[in-house]
C-alpha cells in the first residue's frame, strides 16, 4: 500500500500534537501552535505536511514557504528565528523490522518531496531535524547536500550527586563553592523574557553579530505552547539581574536555547554554571532524561560546554539549491 502525503486537513490538525508528541522526533517546536508561531515571525506560509498508510499516520513534515524578490524557497525551520531542531517526524515505525521501516520512511519522504516540488518549485530549501533522525539518505538520494551537525546531552537520569560528581572538577567547584547567599535563581516570566533577550542582543552586536530573533516572537512561543515551555531562568545578585537562560522544555528533554552569554555585570559568580546546573537539578526532580546543551559545532564555546560531561549526538543540516542561488538565500541573513 502506497503512502498518501496531503497537507493537513482540520482533522489532521486536531490530531496534530498527538503526532507530535508519539514521535521519537517531535519537539515542542513541532506543536501547532508553536508552528503558527514560527510562520507569523518569519513571513512564511506553512505548510504542515502528513503522511499516511491507509488510515495509519506514518510522518509529519511541516514545511515554511517564503518568497522573496521572485525567489521561492522552502525551509523546516524558517530562518532567523534560531529555532533548533525541526524538519520530518515518524510515527509507528518503531517496531518494523529494518528493511519495512526503510520502505515506508522512504515513501513518505518521497511523497513529501513530490508535493514541494509540484506546488512549491522551491530554487532553495533548508531543513535542519532533530537528533533522533538517523537517516538522512533520502534527502541525499533527492539532491540535497547533507552536513552533519553536532550536540551536546548531558543524562539526567541519574541522581544530583552522581550527576555533578561526573563533572570537571573546575565545574563541581564553581557549583559547590558559590555562596548561595550570594545570588537567587528564579524561572521568571515574561519581563524575565525580555532581559534575557535584550542581553543576548546586546552581546551578540558588540562581537559585530546581528541576533534577529524578535522579543515577539519569543512571548508569542512561551505564550502559545500548550504542552511545553519556555522557562526564562535568571541569576539574580541583591535582587539585580545578571544573566539568564531561556530553555524549551518538552516531553522528557529540557534544552538550552537562547541566553548563557556573558555577563557584563561586576560579580565574582560563575553564573552561567549556576544556570546550567539549576536547570539540570530541576530537571532531575521533574523526571526529565536529557538536557540538551544545543550546540556543540563552536571550538571556543565546546570547551565550556564538555566540562559537563555530555554524550555528543549528531543531527543533520540540509540544503538544496545551485549554487547561484545559494548565494541569493542568503538574502535571509542567516539560514540557522
Excluded at 101 to 112: S, W
Aim: aromatic share 10%; net charge negative.
Amino acid at each position: 500500500m502506497s503512502i498518501d502525503v496531503r497537507v493537513a486537513t482540520e482533522d489532521d490538525l486536531d490530531r496534530w500534537n498527538g503526532y507530535v508528541e508519539r514521535s521519537p522526533q517531535g519537539r515542542l517546536c513541532h506543536e501547532l501552535e508553536a508552528l503558527r508561531v514560527q510562520a507569523d515571525h518569519a513571513d512564511a506560509t506553512l505548510h504542515p505536511l502528513v503522511g499516511f498508510k491507509g488510515q495509519e499516520p506514518v510522518g509529519i513534515f511541516p514545511v515554511f514557504e517564503i518568497t522573496k524578490r521572485l525567489v521561492t524557497t522552502a525551509f523546516s525551520p524558517p530562518p532567523r528565528l534560531r529555532i533548533p531542531y525541526l524538519g520530518p517526524a515518524f510515527l509507528n515505525m518503531g517496531k518494523l523490522k529494518q528493511r519495512k521501516r526503510e520502505r515506508r520512511r522512504q515513501r513518505f519522504m518521497d511523497g513529501c518531496f513530490e508535493w514541494i516540488d509540484a506546488e512549491l518549485n522551491p530554487k532553495y530549501g533548508h531543513v535542519r531535524t532533530a537528533t533522533t533522525f538517523a537517516d538522512a539518505r533520502p534527502f541525499q538520494w533527492n539532491e540535497y547536500d547533507v552536513t552533519p551537525s553536532y550536540t551536546y546531552a548531558v543524562d539526567l537520569d541519574r541522581d544530583a550527586d552522581d550527576l555533578l560528581m561526573s563533572f570537571s572538577s573546575d565545574a563541581r567547584s564553581n557549583v559547590r563553592n558559590a555562596d548561595d547567599d550570594a545570588y537567587e535563581i528564579d524561572v521568571g516570566g515574561r519581563e524575565e523574557i525580555r532581559l534575557i533577550h535584550e542581553q543576548v542582543r546586546n552581546r551578540y552586536e558588540s562581537q559585530g553579530i546581528d541576533f534577529d530573533v524578535p522579543l515577539a516572537f519569543v512571548l508569542d512561543l512561551a505564550e502559545r505552547s500548550p504542552n511545553g515551555q519556555v522557562r526564562p531562568y535568571t541569576l539574580r545578585v541583591d535582587g539585580e539581574f545578571v544573566g539568564g537562560i531561556l530553555a524549551l522544555e518538552y516531553g522528557d528533554t529540557v534544552g538550552r536555547w537562547l541566553g548563557g552569554v556573558r555577563t557584563d555585570a561586576d560579580v565574582d559568580l560563575p553564573t552561567n554554571d549556576l544556570l546550567d546546573w539549576a536547570i539540570m537539578r530541576d530537571g532531575l526532580e521533574r523526571g526529565l532524561e536529557t538536557y540538551d546543551l544545543v550546540g556543540a559545532d563552536t571550538r571556543r564555546i565546546n570547551r565550556y560546554k564538555a566540562k559537563f560531561n555530555p554524550e555528543l549526538r549528531s543531527y543533520y543540516s540540509l540544503e538544496y539549491g545551485s549554487w547561484g542561488v545559494r548565494q541569493v538565500a542568503s538574502l535571509y541573513d542567516s539560514v540557522k
